[in-house]
């Protein structure tokens, strides 16, 4: 149970970006979508699995992503971002919080995101133990400004609601 006084919703807000690349395998919310060019990370560099990490453990005040997963650390050389994801709704069930929903926009000119959102949903739910109405997925582009513009890279950003107690 909560501390007297201690609330028992609270929000996280989470951000990544990564390079876009030849020769990597591009991977969104869980999903492989294919594409000329994947993210460059340690890990699978899944932007949007990243900043759904980072709202969570924020909300919850455990830090970032990269407290938890390094990419000092050779374990995490190549990591399934799915995994990292799971491990963080590890560390708030440990701790007597849950995830209620995300909210997240992926931002990139290419390719296109929103065919692959319910697959990205579906992923994404089991992973957090919510109804897949409870993952929104939505997409941008940066209309051709700034390093996403450009093709260089992607970003994505999410907003998480975590509950604690029964």
């Known amino acids: 149970m909560a501390p007297s006084g201690s609330p028992l919703l609270r929000v996280g807000f989470g951000y990544d970006a990564h390079r ?39 909300a919850v005040g455990l830090g970032d992503i990269g407290q938890h997963f390094p990419n000092s650390d050779a374990q995490w050389k190549g990591a399934d971002s799915k995994r990292l994801l799971a491990a963080v709704v590890d560390l708030l069930r440990d701790r007597g919080w849950r995830a209620v929903n995300v909210d997240c926009t992926l931002v990139m000119e290419q390719p296109k995101v929103m065919p692959h959102a319910l697959d990205m949903r579906e992923t994404i739910a089991p ?3 919510v109804e897949d ?33 029964a």
């Open 20 to 58: 876009l690349v030849a020769g990597r395998e591009l991977w969104l919310g869980g999903v492989r979508i294919e594409h000329a060019k994947g993210l460059d990370g340690h890990s699978d560099a899944d932007v949007l699995l990243h900043a759904i990490c980072d709202a969570l453990l924020g």
């Open 133 to 165: 109405d409870a993952v929104s997925i939505k997409a941008t582009t940066n209309e051709r400004m700034g390093f996403v513009g450009r093709d260089e890279g992607a970003c994505a950003y999410a907003v998480a609601l975590v509950h604690r107690g």
């Open 127 to 129: 992973l957090l133990g």
